[in-house]
């Protein structure tokens, strides 16, 4: 008899110990202990201003981009100090993709929106190579038999929809281990959120995913685990189920059951 | 707990528990008309019984209605989705108390065209039991008390002595009079019947605690001795 339930005993893909952010003077996230574990859909949900986004950018190093962004505390990837000096942030970003909110393609075409990252990384060795990527990421981004006809027209011109499964799979191209996504269905309709949402359960069995969603019903859908924060600290992390039938913590009740005031 | 930002959900959750309360108020009702028409060998109000327990369907049908429509519409979790759960879960033990109390009504119409027999007031002692079981279980619900909650869970146990000793008894005066074999099976079978309600009680309990903590209650709940089978 194994005691210990099968989810326990899987190494957390992400490891966060006493992660703080400051903003300037602004203590924005406060001593956050979080473990992201492999091929789950993690979802981050809390009021705007909880910190929710602004530990999903911790993850891929997003806050270096911004000034004043201070990161102490340690967060690690398959063990690796994502903080390190020696880190290559290029390479880093490789192996943890992004998803906006807005849907942002390039302004190229729909092959090129693939093909761009592997590219710059080096990924294929000739044009074949490149050719199966673009396919490939496509197709797991479940969009190839709605653009396969038309790779040389502008992603730009795509619906608001199709636009976010292209950047989806052009996260996917570069073949990450984890995935982030900040919002990345509030741009879009009840269908094409349907088919991110559907997107998202496929792609868990290849990648580690984590979503920051506004959508209490959304986090519900689409995650294994829910995270809930509050002003900038970690109130309550479970299972999603747990979280949406028994919550533990007074304050997670109340914001899912929109007693918040 | 606060109120929700959407002040119309509370009221709604406010009229699920109150439809609960009338609900539980006239299956009371219904069990202890059915009990007086019973110890006063009282024909009319018996008949008054069976008609009303149309009402009490009316309720659990308004019940199921109107928590269809605040899963749709609403979209319930934690407590919340717990408190509708409940509530629909509850309507029908309640439907069934009901049930049984017109059952106990129309055996006791039965008893009226039958000479008095003597354990009629053995029977309606183990239904005034049942009957204080069954509304400290409402008042738990009300109150949300979870602590009086389990107590009635454990008095379960008392019921199922008394209808264990009640069934013997009533064996032990049929052989004494074999002209009372009739009489005493209704009642037997009346003792079934408030023998069960007392299990529904029981059965809103562990609903009660689980609206109220959000997991069942721990432990086996202690049986009281069954009754002999041969």
Redesign the interface.
Known sequence: MNAIPVTDTRLAKVAARDVNVYYGQKHALKHVDLDIRANDVTALIGPSGCGKSTFLRCINRMNDLIENAQVTGSLTLDGDNIYDKAIDVVQLRARIGMVFQKPNPFPKSIYDNIAYGPRIHGMARDQTELDEIVMNSLEKAGLLGEVKDRLEESGTGLSGGQQQRLCIARAIAVAPEVILMDEPCSALDPIATAKVEELIDELRENFTIVIVTHSMQQAARVSQRTAFFHLGELVEVGDTEQIFTNPQHPLTQGYITGRFG | ??????KS?DEELAHLTNIIARMGGMAEAQFAAALQALSKRDSDLAARVVAGDTRVDELEHEVQQFTVRLLALR????????HIVAALKISSELERVADYAANVAKRSLVLNHMPPVKPVSAVLHLAHLVQEILKDILDAYIERDVDKAVRVWNRDEEVDDMYTGLFRELITYMMEDPRTITACTHLMFMAKNIERIGDHATNIAETLHFLVV??PIKGERPKGNTVDTE
Do not use: C, E, F
């Open positions: 707990m606060s109120d929700h930002t959407v959900y979209q319930p979790v934690a407590s919340d989705l717990r959000g997991t």
